[in-house]
């Protein structure tokens, strides 16, 4: 029985670009040889990559503007320190709008001094802070655009007078921005893009180069960009994976279509917590993200019912994260809205019987 993937992540990806991997796992490009046998200096692969990094800052509408795409290893997580190492010299702002945040803040003091401008933490971040000062002092604001977790997402970003720098790992390519109005943005693959192994980093050439520190070579965004993300050797499947995701969004019809298709997931699924009296949501009603709906039941009694329906639909990976608890529905770009629908009958089938 096909599932209906709600994970987190690593999470759901396009089946066709599934099935494309995979093929290019045991012949890429009708070559008689694996994707992941070959070398990365190959021209195969050297296309691969560059496709790649075009069709992000095609999607991003960030062609021709200075930018620069590139794929690199070690997480998100590792980019909480590399932004801090490259860009920060005295003092940054950051906004705590979650773990992740709090993460990037934590691997930031390491290096300098980091106010936290605004924070929901003590209200256990079910809201996004607003009517906070980014002063015009700092290297850079840091921000977290949807909190995976918590279920929140910044639906306006500030006007920041210092270069903006955002964690997209969770809703990068699932609605239309300024994107133009960043000047780093990173996101790890696992969550809307590829597989685990690769995170993307969209970097403002002209804000590079500016500490006075020495950094090491695989820390220097400068490095990878001057070497056209092609330093040591890339993560070879998850780019080629990405960028199969790439064009499976750019064929759909870019970000606007998957925005489109995300905001019926929205409304149907909030609408069902919203109506349903046996479910409540955990985030504040305007800052509710589009891509992790974090809920749970009224009455906990009805746990075990409720999960084994849930299991017996089909649907897996709903379990809230341990901070939140209760229910969590990641529904990233390559969750239909067919499953959306799986999970509302089965919350309205309990409505019915209770
Ligand atoms: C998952 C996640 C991360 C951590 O990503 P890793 O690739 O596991 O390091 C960071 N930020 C956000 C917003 C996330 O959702």
Not at 96 to 101: A, M, V
Not at 105 to 133: C, R
Request: proline residues 3%; charged residues 25%.
């Amino acid at each position: 029985m096909k599932k209906h993937n709600f994970s987190a992540g690593p999470s759901i990806l396009p089946r066709e670009v599934l099935l494309k991997s995979s093929e290019a796992i045991l012949d890429f490009n009708n070559s008689g040889l694996s994707l992941i046998e070959i070398s990365h200096r190959s021209k195969d692969f050297v296309d691969v990559m560059e496709k790649a990094r075009s069709l992000v800052l095609e999607l991003l509408n960030l062609d021709g503007k200075g930018y620069k795409v590139l794929f690199l290893q070690g997480g998100a997580s590792s980019q909480f320190l590399m932004v801090a190492l490259n860009l920060l010299e005295k003092k940054a702002g950051y906004l705590n709008t979650g773990t992740w945040s709090d993460k990037a803040i934590k691997e930031a003091q390491l290096f300098g001094d980091i106010h936290e401008v605004a924070s929901s933490k003590t209200s256990n971040y079910n809201h996004i802070p607003k009517g906070y000062k980014i002063a015009s002092d700092y290297d850079y604001f840091h921000c977290t655009s949807n909190n995976t977790i918590y279920g929140t997402q910044i639906k306006k970003f500030p006007n920041s007078p210092v270069p903006m720098i955002c964690d997209m790992s969770s809703d990068i390519f699932s609605r239309q921005l300024d994107f133009s109005k960043f000047d780093l943005i990173y996101a790890g693959a696992q969550k809307n893009m590829g597989p685990a192994g690769t995170t993307l980093v969209v970097v403002k050439e002209s804000i590079l180069g500016k500490v006075s520190r020495k950094i090491p070579s695989m820390m220097d965004y400068k490095l990878h960009s001057s070497k056209s993300s092609m330093f040591n050797t890339p993560p070879v499947f998850a780019v080629y994976t990405a960028m199969l995701t790439l064009e499976w969004i750019k064929n759909l019809g870019g970000i606007k279509a998957m925005e489109e298709l995300n905001k019926k997931k929205e409304i149907l699924m909030y609408s069902e917590i919203d109506l349903n009296p046996l479910f409540k949501g955990f985030s504040a009603k305007a800052d509710r993200s589009a891509m992790n709906v974090t809920f749970s039941l009224v009455d906990d009694h009805l746990k075990e019912t409720f999960d084994t329906m849930l299991k017996d639909a089909g649907i897996y990976g709903l379990n809230g994260h341990r901070s939140v608890g209760g229910y969590r529905a990641s529904m990233y770009n390559a969750l239909s809205i067919d499953s959306v629908k799986a999970l509302v009958e089965v919350m309205s089938e309990l409505e019915s019987k209770n």
